[in-house]
């Protein structure tokens, strides 16, 4: 990673500046601790001024230096200063208007997830930046967990042998709101969607391109509830970062978009997942990741956690410690992440979630840069990559509008687009 100074680090405005927008400040306060600077935070861009001005505060008192200039627009914020590159933390209904204005402007672009609202919205955002030889990153956090990055060392280096079987059952959510009511509309997003790129990322990460599916989805709660309505934000510092935004969002509201997805995906490499997704089952929740192969499992934490994982090879005692570095005795974590997380491997680890959930956006900053500096290989989930978990996670809802097994290529395409095709009539697409 090249050392830029602050003067040389390239000017970088936040664009959407809710939960994730002020999230992403902790990634600069992360970096600068490192000693990295590859950008240098100009703008805080954002319809809603309160929001834009709210960030703008909190970057001038975490990270110092000049404030970020406050824009409404991207045309506000050109006029107002010097900018590169966007990091963009909208909605993802305006992923798509955004990237292409930006790369209008020769900007470069690193795109929440999901890439773009539908297949269709992700092709023009990749033939946006392929036409103004942008850099069209997707901020996928989720593989850049060190233990992640543990876990595909060993898979690589044959520690369980062929990877045959995934399973990843995610399961709990009741009738609850998740984070946000937008996260449940259909024509803004849908849970399916929110998390299910993040796992569609994890699966691929680990099992190589996914081909085919099939898949039943439902809607199984309609009505969502919403805990923190009315309630005062708590102010003994014990508020999560959304929370001022949900003492203000209605108690109850109607959910659109289906919440629940069981389906079976198989890979080129012959390796198949079952995948449940369910965001509102009641009872006992349920979470497991394990990939079975020719000479044993992987069983994998929670993102994030920094939980050990385990290998069980078959006749062997389970393992979960510093023997797992003997079957990938090569594998060390890339330049900034072991500087960022102040080692090059890990087994487990301990940080708060905020702390590691700052420093995996860090990272993700670094890989950005490296790819506007032109590295090789970056950015690492790039549009393509973003744009196949947003295919894989409607080839679940198209499967089950089609009745039949649907390939990831044709909905990455958009030659299946039934499910989405209200989306994108409301987008104009
Ligand atoms: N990777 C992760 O772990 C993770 C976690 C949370 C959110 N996200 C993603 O981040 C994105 C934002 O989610 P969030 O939770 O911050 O949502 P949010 O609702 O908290 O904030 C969205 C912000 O975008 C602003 N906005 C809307 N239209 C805009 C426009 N045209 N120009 C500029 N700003 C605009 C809104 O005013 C709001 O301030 C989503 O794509 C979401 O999936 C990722």
Known sequence: MPQATLAEAIPLAIVGCGGMGHRRLGGFVELAQAGLTPFQLVGACDPDLGNANSLADEAQAKLGGSRPVVAATLDELASATEVAAIDLTTTPRFHHTIAVDAFDRGWHVMSEKPLGLTSRACQIMMQAAARNECVLSTAENYRRDPINRLGKA????????????????????????????????????????????????????????????????????????????????????????????????????EATADDAAYATIGFASGAVASYIEDHAARGQGGWKRTIYGSEGSLDLPGDRSGRRLRIQREGSEPVDDEALYELCPDFRLDEPTARLFGGDRFFEYTNEFSTTDSKLLAVEYCDFAAAIEGEAGRPEVDGIQGARSVAMAYAWMESQVAGRAVTLDEVFDDHLHAYQADINEGLGL
Do not use: C
């Open 154 to 253: 060993l898979v690589e280096a044959g520690a369980i042998g062929t990877p045959r079987l995934m399973v990843h059952h995610s399961i709990g959510g009741s009738d609850g709101m998740l984070i946000s009511v937008w996260r449940h509309q259909k024509d803004q997003s849908g849970v399916l969607l929110d998390v299910g790129v993040h796992f569609a990322d994890i699966m691929e990460f680990y099992l190589g391109p996914a081909t085919t599916m099939y898949a039943q989805t439902r809607l199984h709660e309609p009505v969502r509830r919403n805990r923190f309505a009315g309630k005062q934000v708590a102010t003994d510092g014990s508020a999560g970062v959304y929370e001022r935004w949900q003492t203000q969002m209605p108690a109850e509201f």
